[in-house]
């Protein structure tokens, strides 16, 4: 099992002694470093800075949202990050949810499980550099047709100017639903998990079935997961349950609408908490959000999370190491860093 820290997006500005942080974790041994990005801070920018300090750990998003750029862009900045950091570049995508596509970025969000997939060829196909990259795909046309709204019919198959340090970038899929589970065991090099109870069967299920189709990338022993996992060492379980509520009632009252399009509120639906999540999201959306985060069951953030005393973290994370996961991304100051790495990596 290995350590990530996942340092999220900026909570209205710039978090502090960030620099310290990330080189405690490399000092401790984590494998990672990952940032995030939703409709404030890119998840770039605090990547390659904070990362610039590092020799070791891995840099990873988590994730770049795919409507916030084209999939050339996004490959042109793999690229770019990997030259830079010497290898080290982990990119992670993720669809986000309609309520940012649609809203922030002003781009469609339907059929996302096909926009990944054409997603991800585009960008092998820039780092592969095997020509001038087209796509016929009907999301991200390459050239732009030349009868296009808009277009001036000038558009030119182009090849990458530079070569990539690596053709085979690490492409990690950020996914809940068990079909985009699936596509990112088909076509990815791992898997970046949120809300994740370890010992639930439909995600083993999803990912073999990846596996198993014709032309996957990868099979079960070379496939990574990265789970983000909240991790929290403290005397009484309870509290660091409460500590945590706000967080999950964010995700499963909070992110997305109801009638099916809040994806983290169906993770908890599958798992048999759907009179749960339905009153969380009446009272969340109601502006109750304190009343939200009470009503979450206790055991549902304990099957989620690494709650609690050291004794006790020690028998849940079996669970864990027995896992399809090979990466807990935890948040947490540098003392806490310190109390994870002792528990997880001995």
């Not at 990547?47 to 994730?63: E, F, P, Q």
């Not at 991800?120 to 550099?129: E, H, K, N, S, T």
């Amino acid at each position: 099992m290995q350590l990530g820290l996942n340092v999220g997006y900026w909570a209205g500005g710039p978090p502090q002694d960030m620099d310290a942080l990330v080189a405690e974790a490399e000092r401790l041994g984590f494998d990672s470093m990952w940032c995030a990005e939703a409709y404030g801070s890119d998840v770039l920018t605090p990547l390659a800075w904070w990362g610039s300090r590092t020799t070791s750990l891995r840099l990873g998003t988590a994730i770049a949202q795919m409507s916030a750029r084209q999939p050339a862009a996004t490959a042109m900045a793999a690229m770019t990050l990997d030259h830079l950091s010497g290898g080290r570049f982990v990119l992670g995508l993720g669809a986000s949810g309609p309520q940012v596509v649609e809203g922030w970025y002003g781009m469609p969000f339907e059929k996302p499980l096909a926009r990944t997939r054409e997603y991800v060829g585009i960008l092998r196909d820039v780092w592969a550099r095997g020509g001038p990259v087209t796509n016929d795909g009907p999301a991200y046309p390459l050239p732009l047709p030349a009868d296009a709204p808009r277009a001036v019919g000038l558009g030119k198959p182009l090849k990458s100017s530079i070569r990539p340090l690596r053709e085979d970038i690490p492409v990690f899929l950020a996914a809940e639903g068990p079909k985009n589970v699936a596509l990112a065991a088909e076509v990815c090099d791992g898997w970046i998990a949120m809300l994740l109870d370890p010992q639930e069967s439909f995600y083993a299920d999803a990912l073999a079935e990846g596996f198993a189709r014709e032309g996957a990338r990868r099979s079960a022993e070379d496939f990574e997961v990265a789970a983000m996992v909240p991790f929290i060492v403290h005397d009484d379980v309870e509290q660091a349950v409460d500590l945590v509520r706000p967080f999950y009632a964010l995700y499963f009252g909070g992110m997305g609408a109801k009638g099916g399009k809040n994806f983290h509120a169906n993770v908890a639906i599958r798992m048999g908490y759907e009179e749960d999540v339905v009153a969380i999201q009446d009272l969340y959306l109601d502006g109750k959000k304190d009343e939200a985060a009470a009503r979450i069951p206790s055991e549902l953030i304990q099957r989620m999370s690494l709650l609690g005393p050291a004794d006790k973290i020690r028998h849940d994370l079996a669970a864990w190491e027995d896992s399809f996961v090979t990466t807990l991304l935890v948040q947490g100051d540098a003392a806490m860093l310190r109390q994870t790495a002792e528990l997880v990596l001995g």
